[in-house]
Each structure stands twice: as structure tokens, then as C-alpha cells.
């Protein structure tokens, strides 16, 4: 089964700043797709970013990017220009056939 | 396009007692799934429907735990009898591949928060 982990349970950012959130999987498949979803205290689960493993590129949105690296498996995010808006936990996820999550990170930011 | 839709939104009930929760998803979409969070913790997939077929149903406990999904549109969770570690809020997601193809995105529910005392 493949297992998702996230190392970091809380990560604490001033506004403006940029703050990094570390997720590492295990899998034996060479085919499969990365996320990072965000929670707000309401439990709605938000796509923040995607990642398809066959691409090398790393994906963007606005100020959102991952660092994917494959080998290690490895898929980290990066949350630029930090903004109170952005407070929530966020989850990594893998998919084949079955999406799998971690356990989460909370992130706060500091006015 | 509306959203996932799930009702209750809350639910207080007593141990030992029965709940149903109940999802329409996006319309058009094939691929219907049921998470448990357990507060503090990442969403457990306990069932995945493909049209009105069960494609994954690994993690439900099937003793107190029951899902169908009519005609492939809406679906139903039911938990009979209810225990203390079953409160959770529980997500409903759709996506819209017919294959279980992973490329496709899932699309997540606001959720029901049940609460058993």
C-alpha cells in the first residue's frame, strides 16, 4: 500500500514571507499523480496544485510550486508571499488508481 | 457547475444509535468516494463506487458500516450500531474519469460532522 508522510505537524510563517511544506511517498509505480489540497477550519478540501509524475517540470500556480523530485520521492510546497488567507492545514496526496493522504500540516501565519 | 453536495451537515446522535449521510456529486461524474477524518488526521478512503459499482471498499468496516450508490448518481453511507471513534466528519468526492484514471481531478464535498456521545 502506498503511504504518504508528512514530517512537519505544524508550520508557523510571517505575512510576505515564504514557507516550505515537506511530504515524502512510497510507491513502486512509475505512473502516478501528486496533489496538495488545502483545509480551512470548515473541512472544505481545496486543490491547491498538481503534479503528474511523468513530468519533470515542476508544477506552478500563482504562488504556489512544488519540488518534485522523483527518485528521492520527494514532493515539497512552496507557499510564496505568505498571506493571512493562506492559514489552513494542507494535506499531500498520492494517486494511482486511489487517492491516499497524509496526515497534515497546519500552517499559521503571523500578521 | 455546482459543487458536491452533502447533507446533514451536522449530526449529534447517541452511541449505538443508526445515521445516514447522503452525497450528490457533480453531475456527470462516474467516480464517487467516501472519506472518514478523524480530527488531527488525514481523510481514510472506506469506500470508492465506478458508476454504481464498488471499485474499493477495503477500509469500510462492513459490520457497522453500509454505502450504496443508486443508478450511479447519489449515494448513501449508513452506520448501524454508531460508536464513540466513529465521530469524524465524513467527505464525499467525485471525479469524473470512468476508469479510476488518476490524472483526474477529485473534487471534495464541504462534509458531514457527526459527533457520537
Known amino acids: 500500500a502506498q503511504t504518504v508522510t508528512q514530517s512537519q505537524p505544524e508550520m508557523s510563517v510571517q505575512e510576505a514571507e515564504t514557507v516550505t511544506l515537506s511530504c515524502t511517498y512510497d510507491?513502486?509505480?512509475?505512473?502516478?499523480?501528486l496533489f496538495w489540497y488545502k483545509q480551512p477550519p470548515s473541512r472544505q478540501m481545496i486543490l491547491v496544485i498538481r503534479?503528474?509524475?511523468?513530468?519533470?517540470q515542476n508544477a506552478t500556480e500563482n504562488r504556489f510550486s512544488v519540488n518534485f523530485q522523483k527518485a528521492a520521492k520527494s514532493f515539497s510546497l512552496k507557499i510564496s508571499d505568505s498571506q493571512l488567507g493562506d492559514a489552513a492545514m494542507y494535506f499531500c496526496?498520492?494517486?494511482?488508481?486511489?487517492?491516499?493522504f497524509g496526515a497534515g500540516t497546519t500552517v499559521t501565519v503571523r500578521a | 457547475e455546482a459543487g458536491v453536495a452533502q447533507s446533514p451537515r451536522y449530526k449529534i446522535i447517541e452511541k449505538r444509535q443508526s445515521v445516514a449521510f447522503w452525497c450528490n456529486p457533480i453531475?456527470?461524474?462516474?467516480?464517487l468516494y467516501w472519506y472518514q477524518q478523524i480530527l488531527g488526521q488525514g481523510p481514510k478512503l472506506l469506500i470508492q463506487?465506478?458508476?454504481?459499482?464498488?471499485?474499493?471498499d477495503s477500509q469500510l468496516p462492513k459490520d457497522r458500516f453500509s454505502a450504496e450508490r443508486l443508478k450511479g448518481v447519489d449515494s448513501t453511507l449508513k452506520i448501524q450500531p454508531a460508536k464513540l471513534e466513529d465521530s469524524a466528519v465524513y467527505l464525499c468526492?467525485?471525479?469524473?474519469?470512468?476508469?479510476?484514471?488518476?490524472?483526474?481531478?477529485?473534487?471534495f464535498g464541504e462534509g458531514s460532522w457527526l459527533t457520537v456521545v
Open positions: 468526492a467525485s471525479s469524473s474519469d470512468e476508469t479510476g484514471v488518476a490524472e483526474n481531478t477529485i473534487y
Open positions: 510507491t513502486s509505480e512509475s505512473d502516478y499523480y
Open positions: 463506487f465506478q458508476n454504481n459499482g464498488v471499485v474499493d
Open positions: 453531475s456527470g461524474h462516474a467516480t
Open positions: 503534479q503528474e509524475a511523468y513530468k519533470q
Open positions: 496526496a498520492y494517486s494511482d488508481y486511489k487517492l491516499s
